[in-house]
């Protein structure tokens, strides 16, 4: 029923919800995900700045990511303009059969854009509209406490002699931590959001 799931992202720890609703519904329908970021350029001007670019790059590489390590086909694409206006046209132009986005951003302007953005589309748009309310809630904000979690579910998964090769760090909603164990070197991924933790294989181990 549907082959391309569109989920728009603004690179912020309140659109994991709205990630996750988007790759489930891939997996559940083998469809590909489309992770979109807009530049916003309109009429009450530039809103650009010098980060907001690579800002935006790097929240769709991130949704891209996931998808490959769930299995998701994905495809990645910056686009500049209004908002809404984009959102709808690369719907459009790459036949998209469903959109899965937030109610809302980070916080004050971010909160106003996407809300708006979202309205707009539910109303406009041809496909269906999954919203998703968003959660800027981050539990996990501290490095020694996401590699605490990391090391005892590493453990708890059967690793010994675990250690934390380097400092944690923090991409979107999730702690990469690096680790090494008896059987050689893994990546533990710390949700930030709800602490949940999953132990991936590295390069070294395979």
């Known amino acids: 029923m549907y082959q391309d799931i569109l989920v ?14 988007g790759l489930t519904i891939a997996d559940r329908f083998d469809a ?15 809103l650009q700045t010098d980060e907001a670019i690579p800002a ?9 990511a996931e998808a490959t390590r769930e299995g998701v086909d994905a495809v990645a694409a910056v686009e500049r303009g209004v908002p809404h206006e984009e959102i709808l046209e690369y719907t459009a132009d790459h036949d998209i059969d469903m ?5 809302q951003g980070r916080t004050g302007l971010d909160r ?18 999954v919203t998703v309310r968003l959660n800027d809630e981050i ?9 605490r979690i990391a090391r005892t579910t590493a453990e708890r998964e059967g690793y010994d002699d675990v250690t934390v090769r380097e400092t ?4 979107s909603a999730s702690w990469i931590v690096p680790l090494e164990t008896d059987s050689g070197s ?21």
């Open 8 to 21: 728009p992202t603004d690179g912020s720890d309140g659109t994991r919800r709205s990630i996750t609703h």
């Open 32 to 46: 590909t995900v489309h992770a979109l970021s807009i530049v916003p350029e309109g009429p009450l001007g530039t």
């Open 56 to 64: 935006a790059e790097r929240a769709v590489e991130r949704v891209a």
């Open 99 to 103: 959109i899965v986005m937030g109610t």
């Open 112 to 129: 106003v854009l996407v809300g708006s953005v979202t309205e707009r589309i539910v109303r406009m748009a041809d496909v269906p509209v």
């Open 139 to 147: 539990r996990i904000q501290d490095a020694d406490e996401a590699a």
């Open 168 to 171: 944690p760090h923090r991409t």
């Open 186 to 206: 893994l990546h533990a991924h710390v949700d930030a959001l709800t602490s949940e933790a999953r132990v991936a294989k590295g390069p070294e181990t395979e």
